[in-house]
């Protein structure tokens, strides 16, 4: 019989056991921080069907999604959690209290070319406030307090929210009288590539005049504190009403962010942040973390008016924020910015002499009584083999079990830590380990 080479598909995750540990920390302190902020969660099957996975149609998604046929029925792996919330909200709505406070962390799965730190299944982290016909705008000040606690948890205390307002840009495009500001936005975000020159004769060349383009960079590329950017714009005395809009949000969101507990020095307003064109229609996030401006975005998300307008009449806005979970941790453990000891999850394991397995098991069936996390080493051999075992697992404590335990009603404790060996009764394992 031939053997077949173990290994897993490209784009996959998989760590070892002390590291799914570490990883698992991490969704936790996630999730517990969803929940103290009284987000529901929910849960969606990882196949939809494919219609309702491309029902916006075209682009990139159509070449990401994994697809599987049963019988007459097309289906996708879900790409993300957004679209599974639309479909959900639309599905649900009878059902639900709005406001619709909810979260989810769930695997997803998108056709990447195949590189470094990009996978194709991973774990996405969202968090959402969905409102039936509108919502509040104090709602994006405290969507980003949620990550924020996160990060500070995970230790990424110098993190930086890039935050913009759609709705001052685009109320900035009219004002200069550029109707295709997709286009223009899209130039603009080649200049590293291209160069600043490059992106100017390419604007000109599409009819947006000299002036309307340097206009336009001076604009997007205005440096100063957050408190000198809104002076800025104010000052700019534009009349439009959608950036005059745009602006009163941008300064109420930014000053309700700190009242939400983000520290004022993660906070960096810059007009240059455009993400989502064809989506997001008001507050804009994207997270780095400064000096590492090469992970890229560690969680990113922003406002927008019409979540669920393929599945629904009804009109469901909303505000979310997310974290690629996955790719998170293989950015800051690569970065050496995994800031998280988490000891194996185990109190105590029991090693019983030849003969003295019956007690073991006795002994280990009433702690885990008392919610001690214990195992029991059943396999013999030498006692250094299995003081090994026990090592190598970073097992914190050794109960011995043997003759003169049983005789005289007493464990032998050794802690691995300091090596220090007492002679213990059970109450002082159910109180000390």
Do not use: W
């Not at 335990?405 to 109450?427: A, C, I, P």
């Amino acid at each position: 019989m031939s053997i077949i080479q173990p290994s897993v598909l490209p784009g996959m995750m998989e760590l070892l056991p002390e590291e799914q540990v570490v990883f698992n920390k991490m969704k936790n302190i996630i999730e517990d921080t969803f929940k103290k902020y009284a987000f529901l969660p929910i849960d969606t099957p990882v196949m939809e069907k494919l219609e309702i996975l491309l029902a916006k149609g075209g682009g990139e998604t159509t070449k990401q999604v994994y697809t599987l046929k049963k019988g007459d029925t097309d289906i996708g792996l879900r790409f993300d959690l957004t679209v599974p919330l639309a479909r959900y909200v639309a599905q649900h709505f009878n059902d639900l209290t709005f406001p619709f406070r909810r979260y989810h962390i769930g695997k997803v799965y998108r056709g990447e070319r195949n590189q470094r730190g990009r996978y194709r299944e991973f774990y996405q982290c969202d968090v959402d406030i969905i409102g039936n016909n509108n919502i509040s705008i104090y709602n994006d000040a405290e969507i980003p307090s949620v990550m924020a606690e996160i990060f500070y948890k995970l230790g990424l205390e110098n993190f930086k929210y890039l935050f913009n307002n759609r709705k001052v840009l685009n109320g900035y495009f009219e004002y200069l009288g550029i109707k295709d500001f997709v286009f223009a936005l899209r130039t603009i975000d080649k200049i590293e590539k291209i160069g600043v020159d490059n992106v100017k004769k390419e604007l000109v060349e599409n009819n947006i005049s000299e002036e309307a383009v340097n206009k336009l960079l001076d604009f997007l590329y205005f440096n100063g504190t957050n408190e000198e950017i809104l002076e800025y714009l104010k000052n700019l005395k534009i009349e439009n009403d959608l950036f005059n809009e745009g602006l009163k949000e941008l300064e109420l969101v930014y000053y309700n962010m700190i009242a939400y507990g983000v520290n004022k020095e993660n906070i960096e307003i810059k007009l240059s942040i455009t993400r989502g064109l064809d989506y997001y229609t008001g507050s804009v996030y994207e997270t780095i973390i400064p000096g590492y401006e090469s992970l890229g975005s560690i969680c990113s998300g922003g406002r927008y008016d019409d979540l669920a307008g393929n599945y629904t009449k009804q009109k469901l806005p909303g505000v979310g924020l997310s974290i690629g979970l996955t790719r998170l941790y293989y950015q800051l453990k690569e970065a050496d910015l995994l800031n998280i000891y988490v000891e194996m999850p185990f109190d105590a394991i029991i090693l019983p002499m030849k003969g003295y397995e019956g007690e073991a098991i006795e002994l280990l069936t009433k702690l885990r009584k008392n919610d001690k996390i214990v195992q029991a080493y059943m396999e013999g051999g030498k006692l250094k083999k299995q003081f090994n075992y026990a090592d190598k697992l970073n097992i914190p404590y050794v109960i011995v079990i043997g003759e003169d335990e049983v005789k005289n009603n007493f464990y032998t404790l050794r802690n691995m830590k300091t090596g220090e060996q007492n002679t213990v009764d059970f109450e002082y394992l159910v109180n000390n380990i």
